[in-house]
C-alpha cells in the first residue's frame, strides 16, 4: 500500500496545485488507523474523485434528466464539499476538506490524542458517506441523532481494536473521548 501511494503521490500530489498545508494533510492521512478502505474513501474525497452527483454527471454517468441536488437536503448542488461540510443536515465547518482535517489534526501535540482524533474524523466523513448512499440506494432517510449516535460507536470501537491504549467504557468516550484517546 505505502509504495503505491508513494507512487500515486508522485504523480498528483506534488503536482504545483497543492500548497504546504495540503502536502502536510496528505502526508499524514495515511498514517490514520482508521480502517484502509475509509483512508481511501477520505484520500478520494480530498482529491474529489469520489461520485457525488456533480461529479457523476460531469464524467456524463447519468442520464440528463437526472437531478444534480443533494440526497439529504435536496437544495444545493451535491459536490463533496456541500456534502461533507455546507448541507444543513451537517455541521457547520471550515471551507475546505484540507482546513478541516487540520483543525482536527492540530489540537494536540499529544500523539495518541492526533492518533485518536483522526480516527474520529475518518468515523464522521465514512458515515456521512454512508447515509448518503443509504439514501440514494436503499430509500433510508438520514437523521442527524442517528448519525451522531453511530459516528460516536463507531469512533469508540476503533481505538479499541487499532490502538494501543486502555479501553474506555462507552459512556466514557460520550462523555469525554479526549481523556479517554490519553489514557
Known amino acids: 500500500m505505502k509504495s503505491m501511494y508513494k507512487k500515486l503521490e508522485a504523480m498528483c500530489i506534488l503536482d504545483d496545485l497543492w500548497g504546504v498545508e495540503e502536502k502536510r494533510v496528505f502526508h499524514h492521512l495515511w498514517k490514520s488507523r482508521a480502517p484502509s478502505k475509509v483512508v481511501a474513501l477520505s484520500w478520494k474525497m480530498l482529491l474529489d474523485r469520489i461520485p457525488t452527483w456533480l461529479n457523476l454527471s460531469r464524467r456524463h454517468a447519468l442520464p440528463s ?3 444534480l441536488s443533494c440526497v439529504l437536503c435536496e437544495r444545493d448542488v451535491e459536490t463533496m464539499n456541500h456534502l461533507f461540510m455546507h448541507c444543513e443536515n451537517m455541521f457547520i465547518t ?3 476538506l484540507f482546513i478541516h482535517w487540520e483543525c482536527w489534526n492540530a489540537v494536540s501535540s499529544n500523539k495518541k490524542l492526533t492518533r485518536g482524533l483522526r480516527l474520529i474524523w475518518h468515523a464522521t466523513i465514512w458515515l456521512i458517506w454512508k447515509a448518503r448512499n443509504d439514501k440514494i440506494f436503499n430509500t433510508k432517510d438520514m437523521e442527524v441523532s442517528k448519525l451522531v449516535e453511530d459516528i460516536k ?22 462523555w469525554d473521548p479526549m481523556a479517554c484517546l490519553v489514557l
Do not use: D, G, I, M
Request: with cysteine; aromatic share 18%; hydrophobic share 40%.
Open 153 to 174: 460507536v463507531l469512533s469508540w470501537r476503533w481505538p479499541l481494536t487499532r490502538v494501543k491504549s486502555n479501553a474506555c467504557l462507552f459512556y466514557e468516550w460520550c
Open 94 to 96: 471550515p471551507h475546505n
Open 65 to 67: 434528466e437526472v437531478p
